[in-house]
């Protein structure tokens, strides 16, 4: 399925590709797969960039720097590393942090970013986001009572699709929402059952303008929305 999906995305990039073309990717499992399993891409471009701080174990392989390097390779560009963390430990750290010289470059970068590459999870599911020891009981908790169900580069979502603000949101070093939004190619690549509602959620916030999945999670989200 994964190689699949892969092959959809490299036809996409060959599309819509151009040489000054920079691309962001999030993380997780289906990005990193999907990566490993893309084939090259005919048409170069600039780099590619972590959309996000660094989270999770570099040993998984879903360390958002190495995703990002393994899609560069693919691309025949230059990968950006943002060595950033991805959750600081207080809103006062995030303005130190995101102050700095070295991450003030790679927000420049951002802006220049056409092109997104990210997934979403549900707040419930054993993923990549909730096994990875990245959040505690107590902040999934805060997050979960403010309405979010879902989410997707550590923006939070509700079940139709509106963000969901919270404490933690302020803590955290990534694209945000509202900056994703902004550009011209979001390409949102999940699949699976645990996926449909999910990615439903992130249908209705219109933040994708294009969906790879697998043809199974494409019927079960027809048949899930013509029974709303």
Same mark, same amino acid.
């Given at each position: 399925?994964?190689?699949?999906?892969?092959?959809?995305l490299c036809m996409l990039l060959d599309r819509v590709l151009a040489p000054?073309?920079?691309?962001?990717?999030?993380?997780?499992?289906?990005?990193?797969?999907?990566?490993?399993?893309?084939?090259?891409?005919?048409?170069?471009?600039?780099?590619?960039?972590?959309?996000?701080?660094?989270?999770?174990?570099?040993?998984?392989?879903?360390?958002?720097?190495?995703?990002?390097? !393994?899609?560069?390779?693919?691309?025949?560009?230059?990968?950006?590393?943002?060595?950033?963390?991805?959750?600081?430990?207080?809103?006062?750290?995030?303005?130190?942090?995101?102050?700095?010289?070295?991450?003030?470059?790679?927000?420049?970068?951002?802006?220049?970013?056409?092109?997104?590459?990210?997934?979403?999870?549900?707040?419930?599911? !054993?993923?990549?986001?909730?096994?990875?020891?990245?959040?505690?009981?107590?902040?999934?908790?805060?997050?979960?009572?403010?309405? !979010?169900?879902?989410?997707?580069?550590?923006?939070?979502?509700?079940?139709?699709?509106?963000?969901?603000?919270?404490?933690?949101?302020?803590?955290?070093?990534?694209?945000?929402?509202?900056?994703?939004?902004?550009?011209?190619?979001?390409?949102?690549?999940?699949?699976?059952?645990?996926?449909?509602?999910?990615?439903?959620?992130?249908?209705?916030?219109?933040?994708?303008?294009?969906?790879?999945?697998?043809?199974?999670?494409?019927?079960?989200?027809?048949?899930?929305?013509?029974?709303?």
């Open positions: 399925i994964y190689s699949g999906m892969a092959r959809q000054k073309s920079i691309v962001g990717v999030s993380w997780g499992d289906t990005l990193r797969v999907m990566a490993e399993s893309m084939p090259p891409v005919k048409r170069p471009c600039q780099g590619v960039v972590p959309i996000i701080g660094a989270v999770g174990e570099i040993e998984t392989g879903i360390f958002p720097n190495r995703i990002a390097d !393994a899609y560069s390779q693919k691309l025949r560009s230059h990968a950006y590393l943002v060595n950033t963390p991805g959750l600081v430990d207080s809103i006062e750290t995030k303005k130190l942090v995101t102050a700095d010289t070295s991450f003030s470059k790679i927000a420049a970068i951002w802006k220049k970013v056409s092109i997104i590459l990210f997934s979403i999870s549900s707040l419930r599911k !054993a993923t990549s986001i909730s096994g990875g020891d990245i959040f505690t009981k107590d902040q999934w908790s805060e997050v979960e009572s403010a309405g !979010a169900s879902v989410t997707t580069n550590f923006n939070f979502l509700d079940k139709e699709g509106a963000e969901v603000k919270t404490k933690l949101s302020k803590r955290i070093v990534n694209l945000s929402y509202h900056e994703m939004k902004k550009k011209e190619h979001r390409v949102l690549a999940s699949s699976g059952n645990d996926k449909v509602q999910p990615i439903l959620s992130a249908l209705k916030s219109e933040l994708p303008t294009v969906l790879i999945t697998d043809l199974k999670t494409a019927r079960s989200l027809i048949n899930k929305q013509n029974k709303l």
